[in-house]
């Protein structure tokens, strides 16, 4: 699951937070425990709880003495606007500059997605049963 | 965090050969370390005077703030598991379990039931009568069970298949992290402990060579490839730690990270970056370092960083 | 999250040395089955032995060296417990000084049940005149000289030595090797060769069985345990820093 050197404890924030934009995770509901995400993915506690921590920085997540980590009221939102907001450096220039090397215009490309999404199969969450599965 | 082990300018020379050579370093508590290095680098030895199995040339050992030799306060509370333990020629699992559950306070026979499960091991039969892997568990089983505050594991997986040593991983794991303490992992097996470990401990011919976290031990360096003259224009002064090439393909590992910006124009010249993995860094980090230093003999036949 | 942990010890755990004693007999072959059978088939042999004597007519009293079997056990017993069980106690997290007392303490409890029942040997023999038919395998007269408690000590303190000298033996094998065993034989060798040859060359060995008389089995046993308390503690100083 490692990919392109990104920290772990960034990949782990990032699980979580799929869970929580594709709804398996509700605001309010109990995210996952550092020990169960270090057992699950095989990983250091310490890095499980580093990727934690920084959901609590980014208001992602929030601490309830003694119960343990809960999805913060508004999470959802706020993750979805800054995926919109990496969308298009994440998907769409990679997309692009393969297109260039190719000889495709935006115009090519754009058919292309057009004509992807009509056969495509209904869009479903990624489940997170493997840690490998995740793909960019 | 506070130190439960202190090392300083410890040395440890034989006749003939120097298998220590001034190194310092702590151990914080509750975190898993991983001594890392090739055959003969100095990991058992250091594990060995840690643990007061073996006396310093010089230097000082303070472990839980105090010289653990002939100490039982101490001695009590650590576990060191060996790889080539030797136990009583007539002596069963059983036995060693019984003695372990005698001496480690914290010794929970339930967990080292489940442990003879998993590992299925023969109870009754004579330890020497064991197969190489049945003996490695036996080890294992005891490093767990006894949950010491600090809990040595050199190499602790030899006659281990693949299926075993994933079970010992998971088990140290989630052990660990219902009972959080100081465990020192020494393995060749680096792509399968690196995950676990939270801080490396880079060990060769005598010397600490790196002592940091395994995160930073990561994103330590960078892999490109490409054109050779395209990548010694984006490497720069950085310090090149490998180097292959194939025609005008080169491949090169420079320690350092590389900003977006500068990601970007690499990508625009059509170079391949990728992440160096921690068991590839070491592996370039050491063969520098013995191809800086021929006099440094080879290792032994099993001793490449796998 | 993660709880700390709450074991702390500051003081070190109590009767870790009679947990070796614990250790020793954990696998009770060692320290109780094996010198028992050796003991009940040395004298089962003697026992034969002296039947077939019998029948071939002797009448007078039978006595055989039988009864010296189980002391040479100790000896392996010593070196055992070092060769095998040392490392051991090391991946028990023992000091040395735990490990070495405590093995003392469980040759002393296999030593001490060899003797009693050495001792009640001896004293069923006396009471049955050699079991009925003036053969002893315990109750040899020069040992039980000064009596029952005096035999029982002679035994004991050769059991111990005979456990120390192996001990120490197998300690200086493993720590100089092949090599500083040797020399530690044939040295000490010599030292018994030179006194030999002092007492020839002063012409004293009447004074020296003289001595040995008047010492009696008791005194002798007296200096034997002297002796085998220095060659204990020279045992352990070796011991002491020794690498595993």
């Not at chain 2, 190194?23 to 890392?36: P, R």
């Not at chain 3, 010198?35 to 039978?62: D, E």
Request: charged fraction near 20%; hydrophobic fraction near 50%; aromatic fraction near 10%.
């Amino acid at each position: 699951m490692i990919e392109d050197g990104k920290p772990l404890f960034v990949q782990i924030a990032e699980q979580v937070e799929d869970l929580i934009v594709d709804g398996t995770v509700a605001e309010e509901a109990r995210a996952p425990s550092t020990n169960e995400l270090a057992t699950f993915y095989r990983i250091n506690p310490a890095t499980a709880a580093k990727g934690i921590n920084m959901l609590v920085s980014k208001g992602v997540l929030y601490k309830r003495r003694g119960v343990g980590m809960f999805v913060a009221p508004g999470a959802r939102e706020l993750l979805l606007k800054e995926r919109r907001n990496d969308f298009a450096l994440r998907y769409v220039q990679p997309l692009l500059a393969e297109a260039r090397r190719i000889g495709l215009g935006p115009e090519d490309v754009a058919d292309l997605v057009r004509a992807g999404e009509a056969t495509a199969v209904p869009a479903t969450a990624a489940p997170i049963d493997q840690p490998d599965r995740r793909t960019p | 965090m506070s130190a439960v082990i202190e090392v300083r300018d410890l040395t440890k020379s034989y006749k003939d050969a120097v298998a220590l050579d001034g190194i310092s370093f702590d151990i914080e508590q509750n975190a898993i370390y991983g001594l890392l290095g090739r055959n003969g680098a100095g990991k058992t030895t250091a594990m060995s005077i840690l643990t007061a199995q073996n006396l310093p040339s010089s230097g000082q050992v303070k472990v839980f703030g105090e010289n653990p030799y002939e100490n039982p306060k101490v001695l009590s509370r650590m576990c060191f598991v060996r790889e080539s333990q030797k136990y009583p020629d007539d002596a069963t699992a059983r036995h060693a379990f019984a003695a372990a559950r005698l001496f480690f306070p914290n010794w929970d026979q339930g967990l080292a039931d489940e442990l003879i499960d998993d590992f299925q091991l023969p109870l009754k039969r004579t330890i020497k009568k064991l197969s190489r892997g049945q003996l490695s568990a036996v080890g294992v089983i005891i490093g767990l069970a006894s949950r010491a505050e600090i809990t040595f594991f050199d190499e602790p997986y030899l006659g281990l298949d693949a299926v075993a040593r994933q079970t010992f991983y998971d088990r140290l794991l989630a052990d660990y992290a219902e009972h959080p303490r100081t465990i020192l992992l020494s393995s060749h097996l680096i792509d399968e402990v690196s995950n676990l470990i939270e801080r490396v401990l880079l060990i060769d011919a005598g010397r600490i060579i790196m002592d940091q976290s395994a995160e930073d031990a990561r994103a330590m360096a960078t892999n490109v490839v490409g054109d050779a003259a395209a990548i010694d224009r984006a490497v720069g002064g950085r310090e090149v730690i490998h180097r292959e090439s194939l025609g005008r393909v080169a491949s090169v590992t420079f320690l350092g990270h590389l900003d977006n910006a500068e990601r970007s124009v690499l990508a625009a010249e059509g170079l391949e970056l990728a992440p160096v993995s921690l068991q590839q860094l070491i592996v370039r980090l050491t063969q520098q370092r013995s191809a800086g230093a021929p006099h440094v003999a080879p290792a032994a036949p099993e001793g490449s960083l796998r | 999250m993660t709880t700390l942990n709450p074991v702390a010890h500051h003081t070190a755990p109590r009767n870790r040395m009679l947990n070796v004693v614990r250790l020793q007999f954990l696998n009770r072959q060692t320290f109780l089955w094996v010198p028992a059978l050796i003991l009940g088939g040395s004298w089962a042999l003697s026992m034969l032995i002296f039947w077939i004597v019998g029948g071939a007519g002797q009448t007078g009293v039978k006595a055989g060296g039988g009864a010296q079997a189980p002391l040479w056990y100790f000896l392996a017993l010593g070196i055992q417990a070092m060769t095998m069980t040392f490392p051991f106690s090391q991946a028990m997290s023992l000091t040395r000084k735990e490990f070495y007392l405590g093995s003392l303490a469980a040759a002393a409890v296999s030593g001490l049940g060899m003797s009693v029942v050495f001792v009640l040997l001896g004293l069923l023999e006396q009471a049955t005149g050699g079991y009925g038919f003036n053969a002893y395998f315990s109750y040899l007269e020069w040992v039980w000289m000064a009596g029952p408690l005096a035999a029982f000590l002679t035994y004991f303190a050769l059991t111990m030595f005979f456990f120390v000298v192996g001990f120490w033996f197998a300690t200086i094998f493993k720590r100089f090797g092949a090599v500083g065993l040797a020399s530690s034989l044939l040295g000490t060798g010599a030292v018994l060769v030179a006194v030999v040859a002092l007492v020839t060359f002063r012409q004293a060995w009447p004074a020296v069985a003289q001595w040995f008389m008047a010492t009696g089995s008791l005194g002798l046993t007296l200096w034997g345990l002297a002796l085998t308390t220095v060659l204990a503690i020279g045992s352990y100083l070796t011991l002491r820093r020794m690498p595993v």
